[in-house]
């Protein structure tokens, strides 16, 4: 890094504290080394054209890549691998904040809503993304085919939209759109944006409730993709603990990245698991889960401010995303050589081993935290024992 330092032109003031920077959100050396490489000569190209450091920006940046690419440069970086300086300096006071474009009638229209989904429904984000993108289109589409869509929308308007949307979908993707249709229309009448409450006017989706049968796995593979996590390495230790939170309780892929510091009251033997619609719930802390998490957080976890227990195992330092526990619980199949799942199977391979031990579909429900009875009842259909001593003989079967 000496050689950057020492020729990083219009960077020079800021090359040191950016450096420390990216070692603090838990970049390797011989990537920050890398990265400054990058940064230094941005500085020399930013010199000899005359642009100071308060004039950089992504159009200052796409010429400097440019200007490599002309010079013959084979290994050009991309704008993008210069974010993380644009967001340093922006910090630093050197560059403004970005500004945003100014809103428009439909773009107001959705951050209202975005804020009445998470502040009056208390929807998790990724749920609020995908009601954001349905009621984007929805308006969006509207406005090009008359201006004011709203203050005159009606029925055939909802009835046209839905049914171009579901021309193209399956049974169990049509009813998410209704219900997303649905929340927008509440939200637009409650409101008083709507006179009338369309969301009546969106009709059902037609389709039987429950007709598959819950798929889980085998206790025995569930072992074994626990006993296939390399619990010497900072990830492996990671993936175990992931893995046994929903393995042996059950918990949501959501309720595994939502999990924080705070929410394991050791003392207690408890663990405080924060679910659907801030639904709070307090489940007992088993030896093994104990153990696995332990583990990790005394061994492996990096020291950092985050709250969060589970840490992404790629800089910038962060919490994990929901998805990628079912991408832990994918990886660990292919270790085993087993049929890759996601992490839901693991749930309801936990419901399906409580039941062949004799719990009640009450307890199940308990365990995993259905706020329904009736979710649970689809379980069911895998006590086979149960259905046994239940069934009829079919009609004639003694002939």
């Known amino acids: 890094m000496s050689g950057t330092r020492r020729k990083p032109g219009r960077m020079k003031p800021f090359i040191g504290r ?61 704008v993008r691998s210069f974010g993380s300086l644009l967001e340093f300096l922006r910090s630093e006071g050197v560059l403004l904040p970005e500004t945003a474009a100014p809103l428009t009638p439909v773009d107001d229209l959705v951050d209202r809503y975005k804020k009445w989904l998470v502040l009056d429904r208390g929807l998790a984000a990724a749920t609020v993304l995908r009601y954001e993108k349905l009621a984007r289109r929805f308006l969006q589409e509207g406005e090009a085919v008359r201006d004011r869509f709203v203050d005159d929308l009606s029925a055939v308007d909802v009835v046209g939209f839905l049914v171009r949307e579901c021309g193209r979908l399956q049974v169990d993707s049509a009813k998410g759109r209704v219900a997303e249709l649905r929340s927008l229309l509440r939200f637009l009448y409650l409101t008083g944006v709507t006179p009338v409450a369309l969301a009546t006017a969106v009709p059902p989706v037609a389709g039987w409730r429950d007709t598959r ?97 589970f840490l992404a195992g790629k800089a910038p330092m962060r919490a994990i995303r929901p998805d990628l526990v079912s991408d832990v619980t994918r990886r660990a199949c292919q270790r085993v050589g087993i049929p890759g799942v996601g992490a839901h199977r693991l749930r309801h391979a936990l419901a399906t081993e409580l039941l ?28 086979l024992g149960s259905l046994r001593d239940v069934a009829q003989p079919w009609p004639g079967a003694a002939q």
């Open 213 to 309: 049968v819950p798929v889980g796995i085998a206790a025995s593979d569930v072992q074994r993709l626990l006993d296939g996590c390399d619990r010497s390495t900072p990830g492996g230790a990671r993936d175990f603990a992931i893995l046994t939170l929903v393995a042996r309780l059950g918990l949501r892929s959501i309720e595994v990245a939502r999990l924080e510091l705070g929410d394991i009251d050791w003392r207690a033997g408890e663990i405080a698991v924060r679910g659907k619609a801030r639904r709070q719930d307090r489940l007992p802390l088993p030896n093994d889960v104990g153990e696995a998490l332990t583990a990790y957080l005394c061994g492996f976890r990096p020291a950092t401010s985050i709250r969060q227990v």
């Open 356 to 383: 062949r031990q004799g719990a009640t579909l009450v307890e199940v429900s308990q365990v995993l935290r259905h706020r329904d009875l009736a979710t649970t009842a689809v379980y069911a259909k895998v006590d």
């Open 18 to 78: 950016f450096e420390v920077r990216l070692l603090e959100l838990g970049y390797s050396p011989g990537t920050v080394r890398g990265v400054l490489k990058q940064v230094g000569q941005l500085g020399l190209w930013m010199e000899s054209e005359g642009i100071e450091a308060s004039e950089l920006t992504k159009d200052v940046i796409g010429g400097f890549i440019c200007a490599r690419q002309a010079a013959g440069r084979r290994r050009v970086p991309s």
